[in-house]
């Protein structure tokens, strides 16, 4: 949980699986604490927060790791790092979203490279109204969810080869998806369970509603 606007989280009780684990960057810690969820560890320079309110984070938390403000990585990032160190098989960031665009791109970026770095980690950004996942080569399954019908891949700073699409209303076959362009843009899956493949480079998938 980082410390994005409320408006870019989703219901917390939808992520409160009895394996969730829960870590909180900077504000975000603030948040879960205020909400009833005890974050494993806390984590940022805590800039955006008071003496009180980062005592109550203290004292909320499993651990708190205090940084710098001047430092390399985010603190999402630190907290991403945190998450990793622990070995799950899924991380869901949320609270990225819905305010600074630099803070958005960053966390993108950050779960971009981490996903790249540890495949047999699932990472996903999440809000309200988006889910957000870097596909790498090979062939994907995605399935079909009534809470986000619509879905749109883009390249990720890389050529994507390759790209072929089965299920989904719009298909492609050995299609090629270059950084810029708009084309695999708003199609929806038709099957359960839809299939994407490729052979080079990074896929973002965003998946979306309307509601």
Same mark, same amino acid.
Request: proline letters at 5%; charged letters at 25%.
């Given at each position: 949980?980082?410390?994005?606007?409320?408006?870019?989280?989703?219901?917390? +009780?939808?992520? *409160?699986?009895?394996?969730?684990?829960?870590?909180?960057?900077?504000?975000?810690?603030?948040?879960?604490?205020?909400?009833?969820?005890?974050? &494993?560890?806390? &984590? =940022?320079?805590?800039? *955006?927060?008071?003496?009180?309110?980062?005592? +109550?984070?203290?004292? =909320?938390?499993?651990?708190?790791?205090?940084?710098?403000? +001047?430092? @390399? !990585?985010? @603190?999402?990032?630190?907290?991403?790092?945190?998450?990793?160190?622990?070995?799950?098989?899924?991380?869901?960031?949320?609270? &990225?979203?819905?305010?600074?665009?630099?803070?958005?791109?960053?966390?993108?970026?950050?779960?971009?490279?981490?996903?790249?770095?540890?495949? !047999?980690?699932?990472?996903?950004?999440?809000?309200?109204?988006? +889910?957000?996942?870097?596909?790498?080569?090979? !062939?994907?399954?995605?399935?079909?969810?009534?809470?986000?019908?619509? &879905?749109?891949?883009?390249?990720?700073?890389?050529?994507?080869?390759?790209?072929?699409?089965?299920?989904?209303?719009?298909?492609?076959?050995?299609?090629?998806?270059?950084?810029?362009?708009?084309?695999?843009?708003?199609?929806?899956?038709? *099957?359960?369970?839809?299939?994407? *493949?490729?052979?080079?480079?990074?896929?973002?998938?965003?998946?979306?509603?309307?509601?």
């Amino acid at each position: 949980m980082a410390g994005g606007p409320k408006s870019g989280i989703p219901p917390l +009780e939808n992520l *409160s699986r009895p394996d969730a684990v829960f870590y909180g960057a900077d504000r975000g810690a603030l948040r879960l604490v205020r909400s009833g969820i005890r974050p &494993v560890v806390s &984590v =940022g320079d805590f800039d *955006s927060v008071s003496e009180l309110e980062l005592e +109550e984070i203290r004292s =909320g938390s499993g651990r708190l790791l205090r940084m710098p403000a +001047e430092k @390399d !990585e985010t @603190d999402t990032e630190l907290a991403l790092l945190e998450a990793v160190a622990a070995g799950p098989d899924r991380i869901t960031l949320t609270g &990225v979203t819905g305010g600074r665009l630099d803070h958005a791109q960053s966390a993108l970026h950050a779960v971009c490279r981490l996903q790249a770095a540890h495949p !047999e980690i699932r990472f996903r950004i999440l809000d309200r109204f988006n +889910e957000l996942t870097f596909l790498l080569p090979g !062939e994907n399954r995605i399935r079909k969810r009534a809470e986000f019908p619509y &879905v749109s891949f883009f390249s990720f700073g890389e050529r994507v080869e390759g790209m072929t699409l089965r299920g989904f209303r719009y298909e492609a076959d050995g299609g090629l998806l270059l950084p810029g362009t708009t084309l695999y843009t708003s199609n929806e899956l038709l *099957s359960e369970v839809c299939t994407i *493949s490729f052979q080079t480079g990074i896929c973002l998938m965003i998946r979306s509603t309307d509601a």
